[in-house]
C-alpha cells in the first residue's frame, strides 16, 4: 500500500476491542481522507471507500480496497447494496435520507460505527446548518432497533489537537 494519511483512525475505532477484524467488509462512507478504513484495512479487512471526492486515496493500491467515487446527495449514486458490509462506518457526515439504505447495508449481526456533530456544534464552531446537525437523542432513536455496544452524546476533544467539538458515537450491532 503506497499511501499515507495525515491523521490516525478515530479514537473509537482502535480504542474499541474487536473480536476479529481479518477478512470482514468494511464500508467507510463519506470517507474524506480514508484514514478511518485505511486502519481497518491495515486491519486485514477488505474495504470499500466511498467519496465525492477521492483524491486523498489516489495514489492506494491494495487488492483489498475498493474505490467508489460519487456524490451521495444528488441522486446519482446507485443503491447501496443490502446486507453487503460486515462493518459500516460513518464519521462527520450526516445526510438523513441515507440513514435507512445505512442501515440495510449491514448484514445481520453486523457493526455500525457512527460518529457525527450534534446541535450544539453550532454554538461552538462549524458545521452550523441544521441539516448537519444531528438533534439530541437523534442517532440512538435512527438504530433503536440495534444492540447498543457504545453511546456516547457530548463533548469530545481530540488529543492530538485540542480541538473540541459536540458529537455522538454509537457503535452497535444488527
Known amino acids: 500500500m503506497a499511501h499515507s494519511t495525515r491523521l490516525g483512525p478515530a479514537a473509537i475505532l482502535t ?56 456524490d451521495l446527495e444528488d441522486g446519482s449514486a446507485t443503491t447501496l447494496t443490502v446486507e453487503a458490509f460486515d462493518i459500516v462506518l460513518v464519521f462527520n457526515y450526516l445526510h438523513r435520507p441515507l440513514m435507512s439504505q445505512i442501515a440495510a447495508s449491514v448484514k445481520p449481526r453486523g457493526i455500525i460505527v457512527y460518529e457525527t456533530f450534534t446541535w450544539q456544534q453550532a454554538e461552538i464552531g462549524r458545521p452550523r446548518n441544521p441539516d ?14 440495534w444492540q447498543p455496544l457504545h453511546y456516547f452524546e457530548g463533548l469530545l476533544s481530540d488529543p492530538l489537537t485540542g480541538h473540541a467539538s459536540f458529537k455522538a458515537q454509537l457503535i452497535a450491532q444488527k
Not at 132 to 145: G, M, R
Open 15 to 70: 480504542q474499541f476491542p474487536w473480536q476479529r477484524l481479518t477478512g470482514l467488509k468494511v464500508l467507510d462512507l463519506a470517507c474524506g481522507s480514508g484514514r478511518n478504513g485505511l486502519w481497518f484495512l491495515a486491519q486485514g479487512a477488505e474495504v470499500t471507500f466511498i467519496d465525492q471526492d477521492l483524491s486523498a486515496l489516489s495514489t492506494l493500491r491494495h487488492p483489498e480496497a475498493h474505490l467508489l467515487q460519487c
Open 132 to 145: 448537519f446537525l444531528l438533534a439530541e437523542n437523534e442517532l440512538k432513536s435512527a438504530f433503536a432497533n
